[in-house]
C-alpha cells in the first residue's frame, strides 16, 4: 500500500475516533445535563414537601401555598411539569383524603427533559415530609402575669416569698422579665439528662429531680447570660438550693417522646422554679387594709407545657395547671377562713400550623378548679364549702409570639367568693343551732365581699387563667427524600 493510502486510512482512523470522542461526550454532556435537573427537581420537591407539611391545614383547598412556593422555586406547569402534594399515612405510598389529612404529605414532580444527545425522556422526583409541631409556654394565675413585665415582685405575696426563699428584689424582677429563650436539650445536657448530641426523651427529662438553683444555673449556661447579666444574686443557702422536686413539678408534656429542638422562657422558668422551691413553706404574714393578718403558703407551683403534635396524638397535647395559693385570715375578729385560691388548668387541644406562621394558633379548653374554703365561727362551729369548676372551650392563641402571645381568662372573681359564701350561710342556717345568732350571720353575710377584697389585696383573683405561649415552632419537619 502506497504512502498516500496509508495516510489516508491513518486520517479516515482518527475521525472516527474524533467522531466516537464527540458523541462520548454529548453522551456524557447530556447524562450530566439528566443528572443536575434531576439535583434541581429534587430541590424543588424537598422544599415543596417541606412547606406542604408546615401548612398542612390547607389541603381540602389543596396547598395553594406550597404550589406558590413550587413556582417560584423551578417548578414550570407552562413547559409541561406537573406536580402533586398528597396526604398519606407517615412513611407509606397510602393516601388519605384532604379532610383527612393528619401529619405527612407526599410530593411528586414529573418534568420533560430534552437533552442534546439522548433525546426526550421523563425524570421524576418525590419527597414525604411529615410535621411535628411544638409549643411551648405557662399557665398560672394573675401572678404569671405580673411576671412577664417583671413587676411581680410589687405584689405582696411574691414579695414575701421572695425574701423567705433569699432573693435579691430587683435582681429578682429582672429574672422574671428575661425573655431570653432557653433550649430544652441544652438544659437537658446540662442538667446530665443526655450527652451532647443524643436525642431528648421527656420522660428522662420529666423524672429529673432538681433544686431552683441548679435548674436557674442550667438556664443561665444554657442561654449563655449570667445571674450578674440580670443584676441578681443568688443566695447560697435557703430553699432555693436545697429544696429539690421534679421537673414534672414544673414542666407538663401529655404527649411525651423525643424532641429535637424546642425553647422555654428564662423569666418563666425562673417564676415556676422559685414557686416550687417556696411550697409549703408559710411566706409569713401581710398586713391588709382590711385591718386583718393573713398567712400565705404555696400549696403547688404553677406548670409549663411542652405539647407536640404527633401522629398518634390524642385529643389533650399537654395539661398544665396554675399555682395553688392557700390563705389563713381572721375576718372581724371572729370568723377563722382558710382559702385555698388557685386559676385552674389548660388543655392544649391543638396546632394549627399556617404560612404565613402568625396565622398558626393554638387550641385550649382551660378550667377553673374547684375554690375550697373553711370558716370557724367558734370551736363548735367548723364548716366548709367549695365552688364547683367550670371551663371554656376552643380559647384560641393565634399568631406567633415575639417574644411571649398571652390571654388572661376569668370565671368571674366576684360572683365565685359571693356564691362560695353564700353557700357556707345556707349551710351555717341549717344546722338551726342556738349560736347562730344575728352577729354571726351578719358576720357570714359579710363575708362574701371581703374575701374579695382579700383576695384583690394579695393581687389573686379567684378562678383566672393566664395562659402564655413562650415558642411555636411550626417548621420541625423531617423531610424524607425518595
Known sequence: MSGKHRQSGSFMVLNVFILLMAIGALGVLGVGQAIWKKNELQRIVDLTAQVAASDIADAPINFPVAYSYAAKNGYDAASGDTLSISCNVKGTDTLLSANNCGQSVLV????????????????????????????????????????????????????????????????????????????????????????????????????????????????????????????????????????????????????????????????????????????????????????????????????????????????????????????????????DVTLTSGGGKADINDIQCRLPQSNSSISSTLYSVPLTASVVANPLVNLSTQLGSVSASNVQLVGYPNPTLKTTYSFDAIKGTSTLTSNLTAQVLGLNLGILNAPLTAALSGVGPILSELLADLGLDVNQVVLEENTQNCFNTAVLTR
Open 108 to 335: 411528586k414532580i414529573t418534568r420533560t427533559l430534552a437533552t442534546s444527545f439522548l433525546g426526550t425522556h421523563t425524570i421524576t422526583a418525590q419527597a414525604e415530609a411529615t410535621i411535628v409541631p411544638m409549643v411551648t409556654g405557662a399557665v398560672g394565675t394573675n401572678l404569671l402575669a405580673l411576671s412577664t413585665d417583671g413587676s411581680a415582685l410589687q405584689n405582696p405575696v411574691l414579695t414575701l416569698i421572695g425574701a423567705k426563699l433569699q432573693l435579691n428584689a430587683i435582681g429578682y424582677q429582672g429574672l422574671l422579665a428575661a425573655n431570653t429563650s432557653v433550649s430544652l436539650v441544652g438544659l437537658a445536657v446540662q442538667l446530665g439528662v443526655i450527652q451532647a448530641g443524643q436525642p431528648l426523651n421527656l420522660n428522662s427529662l420529666l423524672s429529673t429531680q432538681v433544686t431552683a438553683r441548679q435548674l436557674l444555673d442550667a438556664a443561665f449556661t444554657v442561654s449563655n447570660v449570667t445571674a450578674s447579666d440580670l443584676g441578681l444574686t443568688l443566695p447560697s443557702g435557703g430553699a432555693l438550693n436545697n429544696k429539690s422536686f421534679p421537673l414534672s413539678d414544673i414542666l407538663a408534656a401529655t404527649n411525651v417522646g423525643t424532641v429535637s429542638n424546642g425553647t422555654i422562657r428564662l423569666g418563666d422558668l425562673g417564676f415556676v422554679s422559685t414557686l416550687a422551691a417556696a411550697k409549703g413553706v408559710s411566706a409569713g404574714t401581710i398586713k391588709l387594709k382590711l385591718g386583718s393578718i393573713a398567712d400565705v403558703t404555696v400549696l403547688n407551683p404553677p406548670k409549663m407545657f411542652i405539647a407536640v403534635k404527633r401522629p398518634t396524638s390524642g385529643s389533650v397535647l399537654a395539661t398544665a395547671t396554675t399555682e395553688q395559693i392557700q390563705i389563713h385570715v381572721k375576718l372581724s375578729g371572729l370568723l
